[in-house]
């Protein structure tokens, strides 16, 4: 083998090394927001399932006089549904909304604002069960 062949094979080696080393070591991908909230709601609302599941009939929107009683008040977000009675009055985003929503599905609205961890461990609190409407 003659040197300018040596060298160019010794090229070679030297680039697809250096190539699967830059492969293996670049700097990941930095997760969106978006992202880092999906994996938020999935590890803190995922354990807190405990086998209960509500139907339509038990999560309804209220007439005006349900709503003045003491009593359960419903939401459901992302498949869940949690009791918002008592944290209604101390919700930051105001009472109304949550009020607005009770007894139907908030997923895109709760979305919308990507609810902090420290948000979604408070409805840990709320969680109630699973819902199925077509049960
Ligand atoms: C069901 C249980 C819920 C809990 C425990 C909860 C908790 C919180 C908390 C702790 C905050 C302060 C900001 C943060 O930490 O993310 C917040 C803000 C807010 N929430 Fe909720 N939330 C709930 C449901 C909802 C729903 C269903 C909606 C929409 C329909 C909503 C709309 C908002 C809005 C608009 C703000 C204010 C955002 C701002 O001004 O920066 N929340 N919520």
Redesign the pocket.
């Known amino acids: 083998m003659n040197d300018t062949k040596k060298l160019l094979i010794g090229a070679a080696v030297v680039s697809i090394t250096a190539g699967a080393v830059y492969c293996l070591l670049r700097p990941h991908k930095k997760p969106s927001a978006q992202e880092l909230y999906a994996a938020s709601v999935k590890k803190i609302l995922e354990p807190c399932d405990n086998g209960k599941v509500l139907t339509s009939k038990d999560v309804q929107p209220p007439c005006k006089d349900d709503l003045k009683g003491a009593g359960p008040k419903y939401?459901i977000?992302h498949g869940r549904v949690?009791d918002?009675e008592h944290?209604m009055s101390n919700?930051?985003?105001g009472a109304d909304?949550?009020r607005d929503?009770i007894g139907r599905d908030?997923t895109e609205?709760?979305d919308v604002?990507m609810?902090?961890p420290?948000?979604l461990e408070?409805?840990v609190g709320?969680y109630v069960g699973m819902y199925n409407p077509l049960k």
């Open positions: 939401i977000v949690f918002v944290y919700h930051p985003g909304i949550l929503q908030a609205e709760f604002i609810h902090s420290e948000a408070e409805m709320l």
